[in-house]
Structure formats: structure tokens, C-alpha cells
């Protein structure tokens, strides 16, 4: 089976920095897009940032210029700097990925267990 595993969040004050960072684990042959996205309470989860296996990478506008998406193939990891962080990033953090099985190549995009960032004004 596959595990992805999200750490780095917390509390941070306006104009901070946290990482985060998440882990693919299991029956993996190979990765395909990785992502993360962010959740309020009552809202729908939204795209923070992407990247593609060969390293393209996509923002949301709201984050443009302060957050940085990067992946490590070797390792099955995705890691967001969030830097000159806002009260309005304040939301649960979910890493995403496109994992290609093992067993029979087949694809299922996958979450983590979400990760907690609050920033205080």
C-alpha cells in the first residue's frame, strides 16, 4: 500500500516562514505530479502549488512569490516553503500525489492526513 506522510506545520507569526514537508512510502513505481492544497473550515480545498515529475511547477496567485514547491524523485518527497507567511494562509495543509503502483503500473492519486499551519496577526 502507499503512505504519503506531511509534517512541518504550526504556529507561526504574520511575515514567518514554515516548510512542509511529505513523504511517499509503499508499492511505488514511480511518482507523477505532486501537489499542495489547503483547506478552511466551510470552504473547498484549494490549490497551493503543483509540480510535475520533470519539475514544471504552478501557483495559485494568492501565493505567488512566497511559497516555493520542490520534490526529491529519489526520495518520494514534496517539500512547500512557505515564506512572508499571512493570517490568510492559515487553513490545514494536504500533500498530493499521482502514484504509478508497482504491482500493475496503474495510478491512484493519493492524499496525506493533513498538516495544521496558523498564522497569528
Known amino acids: 500500500q502507499v503512505q504519503l506522510v506531511e509534517s512541518g506545520g504550526g504556529l507561526v507569526q504574520a511575515g514567518g516562514s514554515l516548510r512542509l514537508s511529505c513523504a511517499a512510502s509503499?508499492?511505488?513505481?514511480?511518482?507523477?505530479?505532486m501537489g499542495w492544497y489547503r483547506q478552511t473550515p466551510g470552504q473547498q480545498r484549494e490549490l497551493v502549488a503543483s509540480?510535475?515529475?520533470?519539475?514544471?511547477?504552478n501557483y495559485a496567485d494568492s501565493v505567488k512569490g512566497r511559497f516555493t514547491i520542490s520534490r526529491d524523485n529519489p526520495k518520494n518527497t514534496v517539500d512547500l516553503q512557505m515564506n512572508s507567511l499571512k493570517p490568510e494562509d492559515t487553513a490545514v495543509y494536504y500533500c498530493?500525489?499521482?502514484?504509478?503502483?508497482?504491482?500493475?503500473?496503474?495510478?491512484?492519486?493519493?492524499w496525506g492526513q493533513g498538516t495544521q499551519v496558523t498564522v497569528s496577526s
Open positions: 509503499g508499492s511505488i513505481f514511480s511518482i507523477g505530479d
Open positions: 509540480i510535475t515529475s520533470g519539475g514544471r511547477t
Open positions: 498530493s500525489a499521482d502514484i504509478i503502483h508497482y504491482s500493475d503500473y496503474s495510478v491512484m492519486e493519493y
